[in-house]
């Protein structure tokens, strides 16, 4: 369930294995602290059905437990009904009172599946997304001039409407399912190791940077351990579901603010579970959590709100980098760690790429470009 700030859309759905084929009975209750206005579109339920969920339910092994643990997470966009449901209010929907102005709700169509789903509009509003992914995010390509992403046409008066992020063309599940799975159908052995070692290159970079690892750093300057004290300052759950934490051990530092971002995992880090965890991934906050949500990560982590909104990358170090180059390239580049060769691939070059991602997010003129000085300094040798 997405809960954004009034006057934003919400959106609510679950999804729900049987084995035996019995019916199922959802019962979702909505409690108000003060007498509020609310409105709905489409409430529906029934039998899901779509060529992806039966291939997966097909299937055997991990992963397909992990995609199909994972698919509430596209409710309700992942709800192709098969067979329709029926939906009963305590107070019977059509004895309600219309409401003297009606609520507004914009809707986009998908590329794919050709369903009208609804976004919210209205400059940062675009942040709080429903059923699509927002399309240019960095602050350098905002306001979005895509077509179709950026710029959208009624299809009845033939009117546009000009957005600041924009949207992806495919809706959040047909992007996953029938976009991305046709490129990427499954991470091999090889992209995962590729991943764990970009992933520990950029750690020693920030160890390097920082003048030593920001765990042992937090230790000498608190006498505290990190995760101790990130697990009781979050008041030993999860953060993200609330999840109750039984140990330290139970938990997952989460950086914040992604280690892709190359922001270290120091004492403003989050406690969640191994799932929400996996889940935000290196999603920046402002991508993962809702408003309600950034405003109490703020108040536990000390971070300001205008910076957990913000999904730049660590400026400090990328200037401190842009000061050492030399060490960089001469010291940091060449130590048996970073010229590794693994499954054809240098852990110096991926952490070179992923740096130059990072820096591409910087709103200035005068980037790095760390690849072109690594082709080039490896050219004169």
């Known amino acids: 369930m997405k809960q954004f700030v009034s006057p934003n859309w919400s959106k609510f759905g679950s999804l729900w294995r049987s084995d035996t084929g019995a019916r199922?009975?959802?019962?979702?209750?909505?409690?108000?602290?003060?007498?509020?206005?609310?409105?709905?579109?489409?409430?529906?339920?029934?039998?899901?059905?779509?060529?992806?969920?039966?291939?997966?339910?097909?299937?055997?092994?991990?992963?397909?437990?992990?995609?199909?643990?994972?698919?509430?997470?596209?409710?309700?966009?992942?709800?192709?009904?098969?067979?329709?449901?029926?939906?009963?209010?305590?107070?019977?929907?059509?004895?309600?009172?219309?409401?003297?102005?009606?609520?507004?709700?914009?809707?986009?169509?998908?590329?794919?599946?050709?369903?009208?789903?609804?976004?919210?509009?209205?400059?940062?509003?675009?942040?709080?997304?429903?059923?699509?992914?927002?399309?240019?995010?960095?602050?350098?390509?905002?306001?979005?001039?895509?077509?179709?992403?950026?710029?959208?046409k009624n299809a009845d008066t033939r009117s546009t409407l000009s957005l600041v992020y924009g949207f992806q063309l495919e809706c959040r599940y047909c992007k996953k399912f029938e976009v991305n799975a046709a490129h990427n159908p499954q991470r091999t052995t090889a992209q995962m190791k590729e991943d764990g070692a970009r992933r520990r290159g950029l750690e020693r970079l920030l160890e390097s940077l920082y003048g030593g690892s920001p765990q042992l750093i937090f230790r000498h300057a608190t006498g505290k351990e990190l995760a101790v004290e990130i697990w009781e300052k979050f008041s030993r759950r999860c953060f993200s579901c609330n999840r109750r934490l039984v140990t330290a051990r139970k938990m997952q530092l989460d950086h914040t603010r992604p280690l892709a971002l190359l922001w270290p995992l120091d004492g403003s880090a989050t406690a969640l579970c191994k799932k929400c965890n996996r889940e935000k991934r290196d999603r920046p906050p402002a991508d993962f959590y809702n408003a309600n949500q950034l405003k109490e990560l703020s108040r536990i982590t000390g971070i300001p709100l205008a910076v957990l909104k913000d999904p730049s990358p660590n400026h400090a170090v990328l200037t401190q980098l842009g000061k050492r180059l030399d060490w960089f390239f001469d010291t940091f580049m060449t130590s048996a760690k970073m010229v590794r060769v693994l499954d054809g691939k240098i852990t110096g070059e991926l952490v070179v790429k992923a740096i130059d991602k990072a820096d591409s997010l910087r709103n200035i003129n005068a980037k790095l470009n760390l690849r072109s000085l690594y082709d080039a300094r490896r050219s004169r040798k």
């Open 24 to 152: 199922k009975t959802i019962r979702v209750t909505f409690t108000a602290k003060s007498v509020v206005k609310i409105a709905f579109w489409r409430l529906r339920c029934g039998i899901v059905s779509h060529s992806h969920l039966d291939h997966w339910v097909a299937k055997k092994g991990a992963r397909t437990t992990r995609i199909l643990a994972n698919m509430y997470t596209f409710s309700p966009e992942a709800h192709f009904f098969g067979k329709q449901g029926s939906v009963r209010s305590s107070i019977p929907i059509t004895s309600l009172p219309r409401a003297a102005s009606p609520a507004t709700l914009t809707l986009k169509s998908c590329n794919r599946c050709a369903r009208f789903l609804p976004i919210n509009i209205g400059g940062d509003k675009e942040r709080n997304h429903l059923s699509f992914s927002n399309h240019c995010v960095a602050a350098h390509r905002r306001p979005c001039r895509h077509g179709g992403f950026g710029i959208l």
